[in-house]
């Protein structure tokens, strides 16, 4: 009914539904029929159940004359099939700019398809694959893929082998058009993604999740790249980088370092690397947004924190939910609020 509405008159430029049952192909059929013939709807998000018959439907839909910009099929369970039919639409397609197929139980086949659209499409630019069960070797084929394609500028992927993280720095010496990378479950060294974002850099945005304590040797790989790269504006690190970590990239705060947010969610970093980056937050005037949530900092830590708020006139946005702040530490907050006048935004 819904879909027939947006077909007969349509006026919605943006339509998000759940389905928490399977739906039918009277209903994928309805929704794609629509597509074919709206040309105001821009944005679809269809989260829970159009499966593989749903995804087939609403591919034959995007081969036609959709206006389509923006397209989420998260957690829909669409399979190879489903996905290879979105590939093949995506060879012709030239409207779609932001496809999101997460946890679609997408494999080899299905993500071999989409490697190959890449090769030809030149108007998608946010891509994300994660939590599917694509293997290295074929993950190895898409990142290598990207390395001609001038229309991506955010990817996503999970990263779960070594191989598949030097394919990924070997993209980034070459591809200048990716602009914003979120990397999940990298086992590979952090160093080499580093090395290229110093003597190459174009990403402005840069998040990765490390199921492994990152080695001293990466830390200070990122710090060294922080201290010269005047293009990355947001990093999120999140995982192990651990006090040693936080330290180097502490040092590189002090730096000329361009950095505007930086996350580092549940990194144990402690009172020692919360200080560490309290000193830098003294003198440094780019930083705009900090993550610490999650990193066992106790009233040492905050204390630290609470007196560089009271020199530091750049920085509005201060998250230190679930750490140890006891009365002490958020005393000393309490006060440093009283003369800082730039922070909008402190959680504790």
Known sequence: AIASTQMKNPSLKALRIRCPNEVSSEDAAAFAEMLSHNQVLKELCLEGNIEVEGAIAIASALKTKSVLRKL???????GDKGAIAIASALKTNSTLENLDLRCNNIGDE??????????????????NLQENNIGDEVLSSIIKTLKTNTSITTFNLDLQSKTSSADLADLLSENKTIEHLRIYDLHGSIAAIASTQMKNPSLKALRIRCPNEVSSEDAAAFAEMLSHNQVLRKLRLEGNIEVEGAIAIASALKTKS?????????????????????SALKTNSTLEKLDLRCNNIGDEGAIAMANALKTNSTLENLNLQGNNIGDEGTISMANALKTNSTLRSLDL
């Open 72 to 78: 989420s099929l998260y957690s829909n369970n669409i």
């Open 258 to 278: 361009v950095l505007r947010k930086l996350s580092l969610y549940s990194n144990n970093i402690g009172d020692k690397g919360a200080i560490a980056i309290a």
């Open 110 to 127: 299905g993500a071999i398809a989409m490697a190959n659209a890449l090769k030809t499409n030149s108007t998608l630019e946010n891509l």
